[in-house]
T-cell receptor, first 110, second 113 residues
C-alpha cells in the first residue's frame, strides 16, 4: 500500500453542499498535488504545493479551494459543485524523482 | 504545451504473450519519463523511471525504452499474466524540482487466462 492516504474514499454530494477531501503523507516529501481523473481524459493537474506554499493553480474554478496547513496534510474544500465535477480526485506527494499517489476519492455530484 | 499520447487505448491479449505499449510526447525537452500502473479504484503505482539521459530501464518482466529526440517511449511486458491486467499510464516531467507530471490517457490492458 502507498504512503499516501485519502479520505473519504467515496463521496456523494448535492450541488449546494460543502465538503472537504483530505490527504495525508508521512513520507517526508516536500511537495503535494491534487489531480482530477475523469473518464477518457488524462489526469489533470489542479494544484501544486511545495514546502506548504501553492506554486501552481491550473485555472481551477473557485468552487475548489485547496489548503495545505503543513507538509504532511493537504485538503481540497468543495462548495457548490457541478455534476461535471464528478470524478476521481487523486492526491500525490513527491520528493526529487520519488512519487506516491493516494487511492483517490471517488466523487459524485448530483 | 506538453501533450502525452498513449496508443492503444485498450488492449486484450491471451496469457503468455509479449506486448508493447506506446507513449509519445510533443515536446522532447523532458527531464524524465515514468510509467505507472493503476488498478481499478486505486491510485497509481510507479513501475519504471527513465531519466532523459537514459535509453531504457528494466524491472523483472518490464522494460521501458526512451527515444527522447523523437518523443517516444515504449513499455514492453514479457510473458504477460492475468495479474498484469490494469491501466498503464505514461507521464513526463519537464524540469527537476517539484515540477508536476503530465500524463497520457493510459492504455487499459486485459490479459486473458
Amino acid at each position: 500500500e502507498t504512503g499516501v492516504t485519502q479520505t473519504p474514499r467515496h463521496l456523494v454530494m448535492g450541488m449546494t453542499n460543502k465538503k472537504s477531501l483530505k490527504c495525508e503523507q508521512h513520507l517526508g516529501h516536500n511537495a503535494m498535488y491534487w489531480y482530477k481523473q475523469s473518464a477518457k481524459k488524462p489526469l489533470e493537474l489542479m494544484f501544486v504545493y511545495s514546502l506548504e506554499e501553492r506554486v501552481e493553480n491550473n485555472s481551477v474554478p473557485s468552487r475548489f479551494s485547496p489548503e495545505c496547513p503543513n507538509s504532511s496534510h493537504l485538503f481540497l474544500h468543495l462548495h457548490t459543485l457541478q455534476p461535471e465535477d464528478s470524478a476521481l480526485y487523486l492526491c500525490a506527494s513527491s520528493q526529487d524523482d520519488s512519487w506516491y499517489f493516494g487511492p483517490g476519492t471517488r466523487l459524485l455530484v448530483l | 504545451k506538453q501533450e502525452v499520447t498513449q496508443i492503444p487505448a485498450a488492449l486484450s491479449v491471451p496469457e503468455g504473450e509479449n506486448l508493447v505499449l506506446n507513449c509519445s510526447f510533443t515536446d522532447s525537452a523532458i527531464y524524465n519519463l515514468q510509467w505507472f500502473r493503476q488498478d481499478p479504484g486505486k491510485g497509481l503505482t510507479s513501475l519504471l523511471l527513465i531519466q532523459s539521459s537514459q535509453r531504457e530501464q528494466t524491472s523483472g518482466r518490464l522494460n521501458a525504452s526512451l527515444d527522447k529526440s523523437s518523443g517516444r517511449s515504449t513499455l514492453y511486458i514479457a510473458a504477460s499474466q492475468p495479474g498484469d491486467s490494469a491501466t498503464y499510464l505514461c507521464a513526463v516531467r519537464e524540469n527537476s524540482g517539484n515540477t508536476p507530471l503530465v500524463f497520457g490517457k493510459g492504455t487499459r490492458l486485459s490479459v486473458i487466462a
